[in-house]
Structure formats: structure tokens, C-alpha cells
């Protein structure tokens, strides 16, 4: 133990006789190490905020949307899903925990002069808990609601603040359409949903309002005409969407084939499309392994060529030291004892990059949000033309990152110290001494 001890002492000293060329050295093994934790880290954030995203739209719901079909295909009966889909879902697939009947149409929402335009949702109670949507004030729509087919609306955030700026919306009147609706409750914010790849399409439930879809089917039919300038369209559909929730995870895959079945045989156009979540995020993850693979392998790449500049420092460090190895020899130092000390100085520059890599790979997330924010202040208008996943995604340290990191790197200097070791040992003593 006192020898080894020794021998790493001496080859600290060694080391620092040329401060500068070890720095270097230790340098490229600490970009190493660093970029394997800050690369792991960001493909790991990454990954974890597309898999939130799918997770949001439920592991246990099952999504079924209407498509609008080519002008030639639409038929003046309609299209996509209907109210029968609904009702025959509900009567023939028994895994079914529960289902929610949605249909969304574009209106123009008005108080007094105040107008507003944004998305009507008519919708059942259980839609909330499905969008994740929680009252700020008052309540959402109820099952009296809907038997009654009640004239009540429930605000997002942005339609309360833009129609009552001033006071308390609850209980007052809006017009949507030539109706009125008494509101009901006021929504809190809530984020954006992200477009899952094209399968489901990005929505912004700041401009909603809610009614119940019983309401909405006396009071505003199937036919939605928009009229623009040059354009006159007419759409008939029943439902823009129906989302399934299956009353067990395990079953939500058995469940999608009987659903597509079921719809399938009732429908002649290409007028819906089914999404399901646990097969979006059962391939994020997959997706997500092979992304944080692929930025370990570059990572990696940046370890080897720190293990090649020590190997290239210590040859170095073999020819300049050739009369010292001489000496040694002559003193009667053996062949192990020169391969010991070269080695030992070669994991000492290892092991230091890795622990100021460790270090530095620790720092990853608040210098890359303490970055991003500064971004934000000095480049707003660019940084807002970006993603909402590159603006808000946070990498998330990942701990079998460290230790790895640190290993590969001890391991690199070792493999890559133990040639230069073997031939200073290997030196011939008397050919050594006569070296000047």
C-alpha cells in the first residue's frame, strides 16, 4: 500500500512539472464526461416531455375523431362520426368505462358590444376530467344539464377575461349564435395540448366555451355553414369527436380492434380516424431509448479522443523522461515499477477530467435554463417562432449517467495509458542513459 501510495505521489508530481500540457489533457476528458451527462440529460428531458404529452390524452382512452373526406367524397347526408357511432359503442363493447360524445364548431361569442371569437365544445360533465380542465370559479356542466338541455355555458380563461374584463362572469348573459347562455363557471388556465405527430392535432382550450351537446344539438343542428368572403362552405357532421375511456389498461388494445369493427362496418368513407394513446407512448419510449443511445454513442466519440490525448501526452512524456527511466533502472527499479507510475499518472489525469466532468455535468440544467431565459430576453421574437417543447422542455438528470460517465472515463485512461506504460518499461537502461 505504501508503495502505491508512493507511486501516485511521485506521478502527481510528474504531472505538474508541465501544468499546462496536463490541463489540456485533463480538458478533453472533461468535455467527455460532461457531454455524455449534458447530452443524456437533454435527450432524456426531451423524451419526457413527448411522453407527458401522450400521457395527457390518457393511457386508458381510446380517441376516435372525424376526418373530412375530399370534396368529391363528402355526400349532402354528412359525414364522419354520429350519434348512432355513440349509441353503438356504448351497446356492444363491454370495456368500455365510459364515453364522451364531442363536437366542436367555430363561433363568433358576444357581450353586449363585447365580441369574441373562439371554439363552442358541446360536450358531457365527464369531458373536464378527460381534458384535464379544472374550475377557477362556479362549476362545470352537470347531467341535469344535459337531460334539461339547460342554456348554460362554462368560460375558458381567455373567453372570461376577453368578454368580462371587468367583474364576476358568473351569472351573467353571452350570445353565441341568436341564443342566449347563462355562464355557469370559469375555467383556469390550462396549457396547450401539442399536435402528436398527425394523429392528433394540437388544441388550445384558452378560447372554449362549454355547453352541454344536448343543448347544442337543438340549438345549433348538425349544419355549420361558414361564410367568407369568395367561399361559402356547408358542413354537415354529428360529432367531431368520441373519446373512450376503457376500464382497464390491459384492455385498451384488445378494445381498439373491436372499435374500428364496429365503426368500420357502418362507414364507407375514410371519415374518422382512430388514435390511441398507449401506443403513441409505448413508441415515444422506444424512441426515446434509441435517441439517448444515439447522443450517448456521440458523447462517447468525444471520451475517445480524450483517451488519445493521453495517450499522446504520455508517449510524449516516455520520450522526454528516457534518461530518468534509465536512472531508475540503473537504481535498481523494475520493469513493473516504470509501468506502475505511468500508469498511475494516466488514471490520475483520467480520474481528475472525470470528477470536473461530473461537476460540470451536474451544472446541465440551470446553465441551460439560465441560457434559454437570457435567450428569451434578447431574442423574444425569434425564440417564439420555436417549438413549445425547445421553449419549455428542462433536462432531467439521469443517474446511471454519472457513475457510467465516470467509468468510461477511468477505463479510457487506463486503455489508452497502458501502451505508453509498457514501453518506458520496456526501455533498455543502458540505451537509456546515454540518451540526451
Not at 371569437?117 to 360536450?123: A, D, I, L, N, T
Not at 481528475?352 to 439560465?370: D, E, H, T
Request: glycine share 8%.
Amino acid at each position: 500500500m505504501a508503495r502505491w501510495w508512493r507511486t501516485l505521489k511521485l506521478s502527481i508530481k510528474s504531472l505538474l512539472l508541465h501544468p499546462l500540457r496536463s490541463a489540456l489533457t485533463v480538458l478533453g476528458i472533461f468535455i467527455g464526461v460532461a457531454g455524455v451527462i449534458w447530452l443524456l440529460s437533454i435527450g432524456e428531458g426531451i423524451g419526457r416531455a413527448a411522453e407527458e404529452q401522450i400521457a395527457g390524452l390518457g393511457a386508458r382512452n381510446i380517441i376516435v375523431r372525424t376526418i373530412k373526406p375530399s370534396a368529391d367524397e363528402v355526400q349532402d347526408a354528412g359525414y364522419g362520426l354520429t350519434r348512432d357511432d355513440y349509441i353503438r359503442l356504448l351497446a356492444t363493447v363491454p370495456t368500455i368505462d365510459k364515453a364522451i360524445p364531442i363536437r366542436e364548431v367555430s363561433r363568433e361569442f358576444r357581450n353586449g358590444t363585447r365580441k369574441f371569437e373562439g371554439r363552442c365544445v358541446g360536450c358531457t360533465p365527464d369531458y373536464a376530467e378527460v381534458a384535464r380542465l379544472e374550475p377557477k370559479m362556479g362549476r362545470f356542466l352537470s347531467d341535469g344539464d344535459l337531460i334539461n338541455q339547460s342554456n348554460y355555458c362554462v368560460l375558458a380563461a381567455e373567453t372570461a377575461d376577453r368578454l368580462f374584463p371587468f367583474g364576476d362572469p358568473i351569472g351573467q348573459k353571452i350570445m353565441v349564435d341568436e341564443h342566449f347562455f347563462v355562464v355557469i363557471g370559469v375555467m383556469k388556465s390550462r396549457a396547450p395540448s401539442a399536435g402528436i405527430g398527425g394523429s392528433v392535432a394540437a388544441e388550445d382550450f384558452s378560447r372554449d366555451v362549454y355547453i352541454p351537446i344536448t343543448t347544442m344539438e337543438t340549438r345549433m343542428g348538425d349544419m355549420e355553414v361558414v361564410m367568407k368572403p369568395g367561399q361559402f362552405q356547408r358542413d354537415l357532421k354529428e360529432l367531431s369527436q368520441i373519446t373512450i375511456q376503457v376500464k382497464d389498461r390491459d384492455l385498451v388494445l384488445p378494445t381498439v380492434d373491436v372499435v374500428r369493427d364496429t365503426i368500420a362496418r357502418n362507414h364507407t368513407l375514410a371519415d374518422y380516424g382512430v388514435t390511441v394513446p398507449l401506443e403513441l407512448l409505448q413508441q415515444a419510449q422506444t424512441t426515446r431509448l434509441m435517441f439517448m443511445l444515439f447522443l450517448g454513442l456521440i458523447a462517447a466519440v468525444s471520451l475517445v479522443v480524450g483517451g488519445i490525448g493521453i495517450m499522446n501526452i504520455m508517449l510524449a512524456t516516455v520520450t522526454e523522461r528516457t534518461r530518468e527511466i534509465g536512472i531508475r533502472r540503473a537504481l535498481g527499479a523494475k520493469r513493473r515499477d516504470i509501468t506502475q507510475q505511468f500508469l498511475a499518472e494516466a488514471v490520475v489525469l483520467s480520474v481528475v477530467g472525470g470528477l470536473l466532468g461530473i461537476v460540470g455535468g451536474l451544472l446541465c440544467r440551470p446553465i441551460s435554463i439560465l441560457i434559454r431565459g437570457r435567450l428569451l430576453d434578447w431574442f423574444p421574437e425569434q425564440m417564439s417562432t420555436l417549438p413549445e417543447i425547445v421553449r419549455t422542455v428542462e433536462p432531467m438528470m439521469v443517474s446511471w449517467s454519472i457513475p457510467l460517465a465516470f467509468a468510461i472515463s477511468v477505463i479510457v485512461g487506463v486503455t489508452f495509458g497502458v501502451y505508453p506504460a509498457i514501453r518506458a518499461a520496456q526501455l533498455d537502461p543502458i540505451e537509456a542513459l546515454r540518451h540526451e
